[in-house]
């Protein structure tokens, strides 16, 4: 599979280089920007103190709050009165409000959500009530940070809550679906955020189908899908390359069929049928019945081939459509040819795309963004994900399909067995041979109608008890040797056959019934000798007679020791 390079030429890279180390030195500079105010107090001694507060510059850029255009409307409006107009202007809750806005504007967020809050506890029947509220989650998103985002979507989710029908409530849903979309790491690292945030944009779609902040829902819900198809593309080509098949279909149908927009989506089908193709040459190799070979090779390149005309097909514009004629060729198919609405709708998904620019390519080595440069910018999202493909529904279809093929005449899984007929008499023992095979049984078998030997247990036919357990029609009594069920019924016959005390039954243990023999007493143990008897004490243990006990001898024959004298004369020949 061809690789799309990040830098096309060297000039380009040279360039990135250049617009790197610009980047880097507007960064710094912008990090040592501080807003200051200094205030000088005088204590109780009547000693000044100057006390200085500092601020750091909100980026603009980053923090960008985006508004509907009802609400830039008003402001609009609002801009082109003069205070000294406004009906309004020197109202308590109209002055905090400004205020609040002005320190949000100057990045004294803590001051800025101190007045909303005294306006909100102040005034409960301001006409500010409700863009108080927005603002104070409006103060923490352009704070930024882990905390501070927790927060504004939790200011956001009250707001909505409070004012659902209100203009500013998609506003607000549409922020909390960039506080994720912020927080969204590249396709190999954690995604939990970009989970997120396709759930807040697709929610603010469904509860908000009207507002004009729509198609750019529909934009950031795209670029969300984007990092999501590019994780599971990945994923399956790493499982392609360790030749796991099952997973790496499992990995690619996913893909398929739950992000249709992706920009790779010609290398995601590529790459299903390749694994298709995978499987069939695996089975080439094993030592299989030629017909189940056959057919199981033809099941595994038809699903090749319906994944590479769906390239030639519904994305003739992609990069990698010749990739997938070549494979059509390699195995003898006939190429599909696209219909002109087919093409026209592929090449409009391709032109919708965006291409890398230089700012692109510095912004994704510099920052730890996902790609979302090529993600389409024309069609609809998908708002509901189907049922995903997973590796053991891949690997159950592929038992299924041996199965099938090995064993055409097998009964398909779930189907009741057919019932057998149940045994006849044997026609030896009675000399007569059945007229017609018996008809199946309707009912399950059961113990019923199993003749009795009678009391006197004489060989003639007499008079015999029959007991019946089930509900089931009665049957002829079972002749001298008859089998019913596999079991063989012993009874009294014409043949005069008795049956033996027994009934037929084999004793239960060995033939050889003779009782054992008492086991015997075991023997009784030695009695324990504990004590050491006097005048058995080794000599070396001995004490001597005036309590001092000797070193023991030092034998140089045996024993070397550098504390003892060498050896002398024929000993140093020793080495013992």
Do not use: C
Request: aromatic letters at 6%; hydrophobic letters at 35%.
């Amino acid at each position: 599979m061809n690789k799309r390079s990040f830098f096309p030429t060297l000039r380009a890279s040279v360039l990135a280089g250049m617009v790197l180390a610009g980047l880097m030195g507007g960064s710094l500079s912008s990090m040592a920007q501080v807003a200051g105010s200094s205030q000088t107090t005088t204590d109780a001694n009547g000693q000044q103190h100057e006390s200085v507060t500092l601020s750091a510059t909100p980026d603009k850029k980053k923090d960008k709050v985006v508004q509907s255009k009802d609400t830039k409307q008003e402001m609009r409006k609002e801009k082109a009165m003069k205070p000294a107009d406004m009906p309004d202007a020197k109202l308590p809750d109209k002055v905090l409000y400004d205020k609040a806005l002005d320190a949000t504007k100057r990045g004294h967020f803590d001051v800025a959500r101190l007045d909303l809050q005294t306006l909100l506890n102040t005034y409960p029947d301001s006409q500010y009530q409700m863009k108080a509220k927005l603002a104070i989650g409006d103060s923490w998103y352009r704070e930024g940070g882990t905390a501070a985002l927790t927060q504004a979507e939790s200011e956001y989710k009250d707001f909505i809550t409070f004012f659902p029908n209100a203009p500013e409530a998609a506003e607000a849903q549409m922020r909390v679906g960039d506080i994720y979309f912020r927080q969204m790491d590249k396709p190999d690292r954690d995604y939990a955020k970009a989970v997120h945030a396709e759930e807040e944009y697709r929610l603010m779609l469904q509860q908000f189908p009207e507002s004009t902040l729509v198609p750019q829902a529909k934009q950031r819900l795209r670029e969300v899908q984007e990092v999501m198809a590019t994780r599971e593309a990945n994923i399956a080509a790493f499982y392609g390359t360790h030749n796991n098949y099952p997973a790496t279909i499992a990995r690619y149908q996913t893909v398929v069929d739950t992000y249709p927009q992706y920009s790779h989506m010609d290398d995601v089908l590529v790459g299903l049928g390749d694994a298709y193709e995978a499987e069939a040459r695996f089975v080439r190799t094993m030592k299989l019945p030629e017909a189940g070979k056959a057919k199981l090779e033809k099941i595994y390149d038809d699903q090749a081939i319906a994944a590479y005309s769906k390239v030639v097909l519904d994305h003739s514009a992609s990069p990698h459509v010749e990739d997938a004629r070549d494979r059509l060729d390699a195995l003898n198919v006939k190429i599909p040819q696209p219909t002109p609405e087919q093409i026209a709708a592929s090449v409009a998904l391709e032109n919708s795309r965006r291409q890398y620019r230089l700012q692109d390519r510095a912004r994704l080595l510099i920052l730890h963004q996902p790609d979302v440069v090529m993600a389409a910018r024309d069609g609809e999202p998908t708002l509901a994900d189907p049922t995903p493909t997973i590796a053991p529904h891949v690997v159950n279809q592929i038992k299924a399909d041996f199965t099938d093929a090995l064993s055409p005449n097998a009964p398909a899984a779930g189907a009741p067995l057919s019932a057998k007929p149940a045994a006849t008499t044997d026609a030896a023992s009675t000399g007569d041979a059945p007229a017609a095979a018996p008809a199946a049984p309707t009912a399950p078998l059961a113990l019923s109608d199993v003749p009795a030997a009678d009391a006197s247990g004489a060989g003639t036919s007499g008079t015999s008890s029959t007991t019946s357990i089930s509900g089931a029609a009665p049957t002829p009594p079972a002749r001298s040797g008859s089998t019913i069920g596999g079991v063989e019924i012993l009874n009294s016959g014409a043949s005069g056959t008795t049956v033996p005390d027994s009934g037929g039954l084999k004793a239960v243990g060995p033939t050889n019934s003779t009782p054992l023999p008492a086991a015997e007493k075991a023997a009784d143990a030695p009695d324990a000798i504990n004590d050491i008897k006097p005048g058995t004490q080794p000599a070396a243990q001995a004490s001597a007679a005036n309590g001092k006990n000797k070193k023991p001898g030092f034998d140089k024959s045996d024993e070397s020791d550098s504390k003892h004298k060498k050896k002398k004369g024929l000993n140093k020949l020793n080495p013992f």
